[in-house]
């Protein structure tokens, strides 16, 4: 079926150091969303893109839909411990009849 | 206001046996989806429900089988349990159909299979 692929699968940094996190689908996604599950907890939205070329950011983090809609980005500056846990995206596949298909997440690590 | 709530927290079943899931929706929510989670799988989206209605379904058989009510409440039920089925439930709900919308997450049921 239609997969949103998520790379990388795990992301150990120091502490201050930058983090990304990718999504990639393979047929033009509506919107996607992302989502951030910290150990033991259950995943949080923390935003939803859906404009081509959409940039939005919150303080530290920078989210990005590509032009083609078929990519988006997350990106951390100066990685902080409360950034650890999993960043989910979910794309929404057009004309997959509203379905919300999830990445496989990345696992952030940080280290004091 | 009151989150996502998901009764019970953890469930130990055996094999062939079923369980049944319960998930209540923020107050005013009309769309509940259910998701498992397992470390190898990732976050697999098992069915949406929209004012009571099946919205979508995803690539689960059907001893995987759920349901709303009224009120916006949500079961989910799963026959014939297998090892395989171990795994973390978790219940969503957002105001209007998920697609567009932020989902709020409720603490899951954790569910062992023996």
């Known amino acids: 079926g239609q997969q949103v692929m998520q790379i990388p699968q795990y992301q150990h940094v120091q502490e201050g150091e930058d983090f990304t996190t990718y999504c990639n689908s393979s047929t033009t996604l509506s919107n996607i969303q992302w989502y951030k599950q910290r150990p033991g907890g259950h995943p949080v939205f923390l935003i939803q893109l859906v404009k081509s070329g959409e940039v939005k950011k919150q303080k530290r983090l920078t989210f990005q839909f590509g032009e083609a809609k078929k990519n988006s980005s997350l990106h951390i500056t100066a990685t902080q411990t409360t950034d650890v846990g999993t960043y989910f995206c979910?794309?929404?596949?057009?004309?997959?009849?509203?379905?919300?298909?999830f990445g496989q997440g990345t696992e952030l690590s940080v280290k004091p | 206001k009151a989150g996502v709530t998901q009764t019970p927290r953890y469930l130990i079943k055996t094999r062939g046996q079923q369980v049944t899931l319960s998930c209540s929706p923020i107050s005013g929510h009309r769309s509940v989806s259910w998701y498992q989670q397992t470390p190898g799988q990732g976050l697999q989206f098992l069915f949406e429900?929209?004012?009571?209605?099946?919205?979508n379904k995803g690539n689960f058989p059907g001893r995987f089988s759920g349901r709303q009510f009224s009120n916006s409440r949500s079961e989910m039920n799963v026959s014939t349990l297998e090892l395989g089925d171990s795994a973390l439930y978790l219940c969503?709900?957002?105001?209007?159909?998920?697609?567009?919308?932020?989902?709020?997450f409720g603490p899951g049921t954790r569910l062992t299979v023996l």
């Open positions: 969503a709900s957002s105001l209007e159909i998920t697609a567009y919308n932020e989902q709020f």
């Open positions: 429900y929209f004012s009571e209605t099946q919205r």
């Open positions: 979910a794309g929404l596949i057009y004309n997959q009849g509203g379905k919300l298909i």
